[in-house]
DNA sequence: GCGACAG
DNA sequence: ATCTTGTCGC
């Protein structure tokens, strides 16, 4: 059960990137980004160049905003990032540079990025949306606890539809290598759950359909971490969300138990759920093997006075519990 | 200032 | 996701 992807070294492409950027020149980190592939990995760009030892080894004092103000500098002082540029002739004035002087953006990249989203909507074609032959009588829930930004726990809990019980459950620990960017979760998070659902295969503990933490088809390319994993283990998934990734939805006066569709143009990529009096939404999408319709049933049968259905719930329990554990063992 | 993005 | 004090509400 190996998902047939080469996942890549985004830390490494991003200090290659990085390393291009010639003295006296500066690029930016929507830029940087754009040349990974996606600008929506920006953000993580800007935390990725904060990291000193990231910044020890690389010119990353040549990257600054897109309207060519400074921007953050690992020494917590923008005033260093200033000089180290002066020193290379760069021209600073009131914190800002003259970006159409200085700008530099011809990176040799393969765009790694823009290879997995196409990925990803190749994957699409895959997708199977019809109502299961039988309804489930048994839900695994699947969620990640983080014990460092490279480390994570994965937790799975097998529960009874009919009584909503925990039937059974089970933790993995292991490194995550890539970093969490919008819309391309799924690389980050897919290997250990293939790991975890693994394990759980040989334990003979299968569910008829797992609930993750995540988006199925509500996604950006109708291709969230719900459905990804639905295809690449074979499995009946339906995904669950506490925010809105894309989509619109009318929220107003919602009544307990009520859910609306989230829409995007004429398209219906997921409902969103008032699963709890005074509690914020959630958001429900099928992933694979399931249609909107019993993706949504199931979801309102298994909640429990939590905000989460019980098996969101109870995975993100025993995963939050195990990194607690670990993180009081080492200290 | 607005828009702004799962975990 | 995680970092974190006090605070508000059932």
Known sequence: MEIDVEIPDLPAALRALIAQIPPGRVTTYGALAAALGSDSATRWVGSFVLDPLVAAALPVHRIVRAAGELGLYYTGDAADKCLQLQSEGIEVEKDRIELSRWFFDDFQSSQPLRTLSALQEEYTKRLQLTRPAARPQTVGGVDLSYITDEKAVAGYALIDVATRKLLWSTTLTAAVAFPYIPTFLSFRELPLLLQLLDQVRREDRMPDLVFVDGNGVMHNRRMGIASMLGIAADVATVGISKKLLCGHVETDDMAHREARPVVDGEEVLGMA???????????????????????????????????????????????????????????
């Open 273 to 331: 759920l008032k699963s709890r009096n005074s509690s914020k939404l959630i958001y429900v999408s099928p992933g694979h093997r399931i249609d909107f319709a019993t993706a949504l049933e199931v979801t309102q049968s298994l909640l429990a006075g939590h905000r989460l259905p019980e098996p969101t719930h109870w995975a993100d329990k025993l995963s939050r519990d195990e990194v607690r554990r670990i993180s009081a063992a080492q200290s």
